[in-house]
């Protein structure tokens, strides 16, 4: 499956971005999906996670409250709104699943846990 991030962009802190990832090659109807972030000399950190209906959906502490995350099978898309955006969010977000099993809290928020990943989109939030 191939992965296409996009919706990044340079915003002021408080306003508000949507990112899109859109799936080619497989449904992702069946899959599990994630967002990551990795800002300048940082290492990538989870985001958020959806499960495959999207009815069970988890977040990061540093989120929790601004983002959320949604998915539109029929359109095998995945979504990240965005709100109230900080400077502490500039960063690249990158789109990722996963076409195996994985139990646990550390499959929703370790990036070793997804095998496919969208190339990124960058989020500049000035102050």
């Known amino acids: 499956v191939q992965l296409q991030a996009s919706g990044g962009g340079l915003v002021q802190a408080g306003d508000s971005l949507r990112l899109s990832c859109s799936a080619s090659?497989?449904?992702?109807?069946?899959?599990?999906m994630g967002w990551f972030r990795q800002a300048p000399g940082k290492e990538r950190e989870f985001v958020a996670h959806?499960?495959?209906?999207?009815?069970?959906?988890y977040y990061a502490d540093s989120v929790k409250g601004r983002f959320t995350i949604s998915r539109d099978n029929a359109k095998n898309t995945v979504y990240l709104q965005m709100n109230n955006l900080k400077p502490e969010d500039t960063a690249v977000y990158y789109c990722?699943?996963?076409?195996?099993?994985?139990?646990?809290?550390?499959?929703?928020?370790?990036?070793?846990?997804?095998?496919?990943w969208g190339q990124g989109t960058q989020v500049t939030v000035s102050s």
């Open positions: 990722a699943t996963r076409d195996y099993y994985c139990s646990g809290f550390g499959c929703y928020v370790g990036a070793t846990q997804y095998n496919y």
């Open positions: 090659g497989r449904t992702i109807s069946v899959y599990v």
């Open positions: 959806i499960n495959v209906n999207g009815r069970l959906t």
